[in-house]
T-cell receptor
Framework: DTGVSQDPRHKITKRGQNVTFRCDPI?????LYWYRQTLGQGPEFLTY????????KSRLLSDRFSAERPKGSFSTLEIQRTEQGDSAMYLC??????????FGPGTRLLVL | GEDVEQSLFLSVREGDSSVINCTYT??????LYWYKQEPGAGLQLLTY?????DMKQDQRLTVLLNKKDKHLSLRIADTQTGDSAIYFC???????????FGRGTSLIVHP
C-alpha cells in the first residue's frame, strides 16, 4: 500500500492555459474523490467516482473543469482556460466501502 | 447547507494537553472525522468516531462526542512540536459519501 499519489505536486501556469492533474488511488479502493482547498479553508468537494462512473459533481465544478477515470483506476482532472481564481490546492482522496477517505499530497496550482 | 465550525487558532506549551473543538449542524451525521494537515501536504486521517459512540481513545488522542449538543472534540495528550499543524473536523451523514469539512484549527506548539 503506497497511499494516494498525485502528479504534479506543483504547477504554475499562465491565465488561459489548460492544465491536467493526475491521481493514483490506493489500489483496492473503488471510490475516488477530487477536492479543492484554498488558503484558510477546508477541502471543498468537486466530484466523485465509483469505479469508472462519475456519480456526483459539485456546483463548484464549472464547465471548464472535467474529470475522468477511464479504467476505474487513476483519474485526471483538467481545467481549461485557467483563471486566477483557480489557484488552489487540488486534493484527491480514495476509499472503499468503509467510506473513510485517504488523501493524497495534493497538487498546488498557481495561475499567473 | 450543513455547517462545521472550528476555532481558527490554538496555542499550547509543549507537554501540555491540547483540546480542539468542533460543532456541526447536521443532526443526521453518522461519521465524524479528525484530519491533520502539515504545511504543503495533504490531509492525514487521525481518527474517526461513529455517532453512536461517546468517546474513542487512540494512544495520545481522545475524541469526545456530545451528540445532543452536536459537539466534537479532539484532545492531544503531551503535545509535541511535531503536532503543530492544521486540524480539520469533518462530518458525514450515512446517506452521503461526501464529508463536510470545517475551516481547520491551526495548532501552534511552543517550547
Amino acid at each position: 500500500d503506497t497511499g494516494v499519489s498525485q502528479d504534479p505536486r506543483h504547477k504554475i501556469t499562465k491565465r488561459g492555459q489548460n492544465v491536467t492533474f493526475r491521481c493514483d488511488p490506493i489500489s483496492e479502493h473503488n471510490r475516488l474523490y477530487w477536492y479543492r482547498q484554498t488558503l484558510g479553508q477546508g477541502p471543498e468537494f468537486l466530484t466523485y467516482f465509483q469505479n469508472e462512473a462519475q456519480l456526483e459533481k459539485s456546483r463548484l465544478l464549472s464547465d471548464r473543469f472535467s474529470a475522468e477515470r477511464p479504467k476505474g483506476s487513476f483519474s485526471t482532472l483538467e481545467i481549461q482556460r485557467t483563471e486566477q481564481g483557480d489557484s488552489a490546492m487540488y486534493l484527491c482522496a480514495s476509499s472503499t466501502g468503509s467510506e473513510t477517505q485517504y488523501f493524497g499530497p495534493g497538487t498546488r496550482l498557481l495561475v499567473l | 447547507g450543513e455547517d462545521v465550525e472550528q476555532s481558527l487558532f490554538l496555542s499550547v506549551r509543549e507537554g501540555d494537553s491540547s483540546v480542539i473543538n468542533c460543532t456541526y449542524t447536521d443532526s443526521s451525521s453518522t461519521y465524524l472525522y479528525w484530519y491533520k494537515q502539515e504545511p504543503g501536504a495533504g490531509l492525514q486521517l487521525l481518527t474517526y468516531i461513529f455517532s453512536n459512540m461517546d468517546m474513542k481513545q487512540d494512544q495520545r488522542l481522545t475524541v469526545l462526542l456530545n451528540k445532543k449538543d452536536k459537539h466534537l472534540s479532539l484532545r492531544i495528550a503531551d503535545t509535541q512540536t511535531g503536532d503543530s499543524a492544521i486540524y480539520f473536523c469533518a462530518e458525514r451523514s450515512g446517506g452521503s459519501y461526501i464529508p463536510t469539512f470545517g475551516r481547520g484549527t491551526s495548532l501552534i506548539v511552543h517550547p
